[in-house]
């Protein structure tokens, strides 16, 4: 009866088997399916799209990190450039501006035209460096000079009161770029402030044993450091003078009328004109000849004129 019972069950285990082993291939064949169908659409996705999260690993992070290195590079050109930007229309610029005017006036107005400027330069925010004035007088013709520092605010108001007295015939404007050089001197007063204050707090030190040679180099130091920082000081207020106001040199020559040379042109008269000037040269450049002659005929004129007369003398003699 056991026989019996083994026999027909084994059949069935083996049916079972079989179901079981075509499930599990149906089961995998549909798990290949979908992984090819989300390959294809991740494939056909566009270039745009989110990409997945890379594997753990090694390898993955050297692909997200050259996934994303281009972005990473865009981003930080654009936050250097913008840095950049920022900096140029923080950066402050010094500039030395110098003005040069040439100006003309009426001869007979020319130092009243010069001392109304200068006036004016008095009640601006005006630094006079230097004026001269030369009057006209038959030999020359007067021209006048003025020099000065302005604030820019009162530098319009300065060529507003020039042009009312005076014909401005050219004007000239140059600027020099200072902005390094202050820069440099700010960066070492910094520098130096610093160290001399290093230094008296050292000579203020009662905790620190020190020899007395010590300390005269640190006084000797010191000393040597507070007389280059006031040079560098000075220094800064030069280019403070240079950069904060403008320097504008006027130049004042008086106006001349410009005369045609073909109306009432008459060479008889021009010649008569000039009669006396030509003759004065021509006896001027006689007596110049003469004077420059005469020693060579003292020389040499008279020496040979004496020899020509004794041998005129012998010749006679023995014809006679």
């Known amino acids: 009866m056991s026989r019996r019972t083994l026999s027909m069950s084994t059949p069935r285990a083996a049916v079972r088997h079989r179901a079981g082993a075509v499930l599990l291939a149906l089961a995998a064949a549909l798990s290949l399916a979908g992984c090819d169908?989300?390959?294809?659409?991740?494939?056909?996705?566009?270039?745009?799209?989110?990409?997945?999260?890379?594997?753990?690993?090694?390898?993955?992070?050297?692909?997200?990190?050259r996934a994303s290195a281009p972005q990473?590079?865009?981003?930080?050109?654009?936050?250097?450039?913008?840095?950049g930007g920022s900096g140029e229309t923080a950066l402050q610029r010094f500039l030395a501006v110098r003005q040069d005017l040439n100006v003309e006036v009426p001869a007979e107005q020319l130092a009243d035209a010069w001392g109304k400027v200068r006036d004016l330069c008095g009640t601006l925010k005006c630094e006079l460096l230097s004026s001269s004035l030369l009057r006209e007088t038959p030999q020359q013709p007067g021209n006048a000079l003025l020099e000065m520092r302005v604030e820019p605010a009162d530098v319009d108001k300065l060529l507003g009161g020039l042009a009312g007295v005076a014909?401005?015939?050219?004007?000239?404007?140059?600027?020099e770029d200072k902005t390094s050089e202050v820069i440099d001197v700010e960066a070492r007063i910094k520098?130096?402030?610093?160290?001399?204050?290093?230094?008296?707090?050292?000579?203020?030190?009662?905790?620190?044993?020190?020899?007395?040679?010590?300390?005269?180099?640190?006084?000797?130091?010191?000393?040597?450091?507070?007389?280059?920082?006031?040079?560098?000081?000075?220094?800064?207020?030069?280019?403070?003078?240079?950069?904060?106001?403008?320097?504008?040199q006027i130049q004042f020559t008086p106006k001349r009328a410009l005369v045609s040379g073909s109306d009432g042109y008459s060479p008889m008269a021009h010649a008569l004109r000039n009669a006396g000037d030509v003759l004065a040269e021509s006896v001027?450049?006689?007596?110049?000849?003469?004077?420059?002659?005469?020693?060579?005929?003292?020389?040499?004129?008279?020496?040979?004129g004496w020899l020509v007369r004794v041998l005129w003398r012998r010749r006679r003699a023995k014809v006679a």
Do not use: C
């Open 37 to 65: 169908r989300q390959r294809s659409a991740e494939s056909a996705a566009p270039a745009s799209a989110s990409m997945p999260a890379p594997p753990m690993g090694y390898g993955g992070a050297m692909k997200a990190q």
């Open 72 to 83: 990473a590079e865009i981003a930080a050109s654009q936050s250097d450039e913008a840095r």
């Open 167 to 175: 014909n401005v015939v050219s004007h000239t404007t140059t600027s």
């Open 191 to 248: 520098n130096r402030t610093e160290f001399r204050d290093s230094l008296r707090v050292m000579l203020r030190d009662t905790v620190t044993k020190r020899t007395m040679a010590d300390l005269l180099a640190i006084q000797r130091t010191l000393s040597d450091t507070q007389a280059e920082l006031d040079a560098i000081a000075t220094q800064r207020k030069v280019l403070a003078q240079q950069t904060s106001k403008q320097h504008i």
């Open 284 to 304: 001027g450049a006689l007596i110049t000849f003469v004077a420059a002659a005469l020693p060579w005929l003292l020389l040499v004129v008279l020496p040979v």
